[in-house]
Nanobody, 123 residues
Framework: QVQLVESGGGLVQAGGSLRLSCAASGRTFSRYGMGWFRQAPGKEREFVAAIRRSGGSTNYADSVKGRFTISRDNGKNTVYLQMNSLKPEDTAVYYC????????????????WGQGTQVTVSS
């Protein structure tokens, strides 16, 4: 199993930036594809970004493409989500997740989840 601990959430003004971090521990971090999901109040959890085991390929939701960047450092067992040009619509709890699938946007393919970190973007 892998344990995921997220950090970096907070309050930011529209147009600002945040970088979320997800520290992983367990068997082997590099064997998992990693993803970020988010859930706003009253809404279902939605896919944000994913990255392959090697970090060589990524996938993004259309709503964040060009603004968010997912990356990973397998030497540090950490995955990141750099969020730029933030909008109030980005306000949500952001979750880090790990999957045995290499690159996936499907909630059901993720095997392990972090506790979530709140991101609030003010107007």
């Amino acid at each position: 199993q892998v344990q995921l601990v997220e950090s970096g959430g907070g309050l930011v003004q529209a147009g600002g930036s945040l970088r979320l971090s997800c520290a992983a521990s367990g068997r082997t971090f590099s064997r998992y594809g990693m993803g970020w999901f988010r859930q706003a109040p009253g809404k279902e959890r939605e896919f944000v970004a994913a990255i392959r085991r090697s970090g060589g390929s990524t996938n993004y939701a259309d709503s964040v493409k060009g603004r968010f960047t997912i990356s990973r450092d397998n030497g540090k067992n950490t995955v990141y989500l750099q969020m730029n040009s933030l909008k109030p619509e980005d306000t949500a709890v952001y979750y880090c997740a790990a999957t045995y699938a290499d690159l996936s946007s499907s909630y059901f393919e993720y095997n392990y989840w972090g506790q979530g970190t709140q991101v609030t973007v003010s107007s």
